[in-house]
């Protein structure tokens, strides 16, 4: 189950154990209860703070686990093998629950135990979904800081009735008190603002008392991470505002091109930027999203969708991008209902089923390699003639028995029984006939649009709303700088962005320094 080397790191990591830990297993005869209960006594074997109890299994999820620790009231619950990338959630929940202190801003413990009322908080994850560790780590966090709060982590792979029973289509879904709760990633700040009723309020007047920036960052990826380590490092005042550090970053599966690191995962690279964004002295804001952008007497204000707004002399963006949709009927009324944008997350939910994937290029082709794997059948549907992906991906696409590709394929419609998908529409572009394919899930591979909707009215954007900027990063508005995937800027990718985001950085300084005077003073 475990090798020696993670055996050895997890002894080294238990080690930091303050308090006993007590694990209630609830197992019966089956291979999962037999796999769980062998990684539970390899976890036991690591550190003299732990044991082992079995529960009762009437009434309760098999093959399941608790965590506790006697005289606390933690209500803590894995249910399936918290393994893959959920793995590191479980040490977490380990050292947490052992008293171990977390790492986290002593506000938003603070918060979190301060909340009053009863919270059953049930999410759905998969193994090999990188968006669900954030959530199943955030809730467990919550669980063990606040008796009132209970988490259920579910591995949605291994209770498929409660899957089909509860229409859970995509994950992270979490359920709070047997109701939909939210889907997607989210961290503890996030399910406070929904739970907590004040706790918008409070942010925006703590972000409304920030003073003014020299350089204020709008973005929290690759591009915007650079850019705030080079202003910090100039010793200006920095701050970065983003909706989520680390933004499509998050959303990558696997990074095998980042120079020096021949392996490595979006989250854990967002998590190395945001580390390193913070041994300096930058302010981070995240949880925000900036609605408008306007020039003012003393540089720039931003004002975001809270209310709050933060000035600066000069302002970096490094929005990113988003999934793009294809805007065809059925599509948005079923996104999470049979409509996804990442097959390693809501794969292993269409298990046996019909899918489709649409899109050509390396992404589409890809994914369907991927799902081909899990479900019964994929059918990919691209626009264009010929595929658009690498040779290497084409054949290895072709090769497989339950995939059908079809080209010159225009989708038209996305249908459903109003609860989830149960088909899709297209149009063959050479004939014009019409035609529709039964199936239970669409994974839709199009590519990125640049998140600058909130900028048409301000600066200079492509007709694809890219951001215009020249060789230094500048726009068409002085002081007001851009990079990453958000910009002109070609070749979408992560070493790029980083790059991008240090160029526009300098560039921001040598703006600043040749300011007069009397202006920097203003």
Known sequence: ??????????KGYLERLVR??????????????????????????????ITIKHGDVEGARVPSFALTSPGEDIRLVFAGLPLGHEFTS??????QVGGYPPKVEQALIDQIRGIK???????????????????VQALNLMAVLNPGIEHVAIDGALFQDEVSERQ???????????????????????????????????AAEAIKAQAPFDVLIVGGGPAGAAAAIYAARKGIRTG??????????????????????????????????????RDYDAEIITGQQAVKLERISEGFKVQLASGATLTSTSIILSTGARWRKMGVPGEDQYINKGVAFCPHCDGPLFKGKRIAV???GNSGVEAAIDLAGLVSHVTLIEFD?????????????????NVTILTSAKTTEITGDGKRVNGLVYEDRVSGEVHKVALEGVFVQIGLVPNTEWLKDTLTLTAHGEIITDNHGATSMPGVFAAGDCTTAPYKQIVIAMGEGARSSLAAFDYLIRLPVAEKAA
Do not use: W
Request: glycine share 8%; with cysteine; hydrophobic share 40%.
């Open 1 to 10: 189950m475990l090798d020696t080397n993670l055996k050895t790191q997890l």
């Open 90 to 95: 479980l040490v977490l929940a380990l050292l």
């Open 385 to 401: 003639k010929v595929l658009r992906a690498d040779e290497v991906l084409q054949r290895k696409l072709k090769s497989l028995p």
């Open 168 to 202: 859970v289509m995509s994950v992270p879904s979490i359920f709070l008190n047997g109701e939909a709760f939210g889907s997607g990633r989210m961290g503890a700040e996030d399910i406070l603002a929904k739970i907590d009723t004040g706790a918008g309020e409070r």
């Open 358 to 360: 649409i899109g050509g």
């Open 20 to 49: 006993p830990v007590e694990i209630i297993a609830y197992a019966g005869d089956d291979a999962k209860s037999r796999e769980l209960l062998q990684l539970l006594e390899q976890i036991r074997e690591q550190s003299d703070k």
């Open 240 to 277: 970065i505002v983003a909706d989520r550090f680390g933004g499509q970053v998050l959303d990558t599966m696997s990074i095998e091109n980042f120079i020096s690191v021949t392996h490595t995962e979006g989250p854990k690279l967002a998590r190395a930027m945001e580390a390193h964004v």
């Open 117 to 135: 009322g009863k919270f059953r908080f049930e999410t759905y994850y998969s193994l090999s979904c990188q968006n669900c560790p954030d959530v």
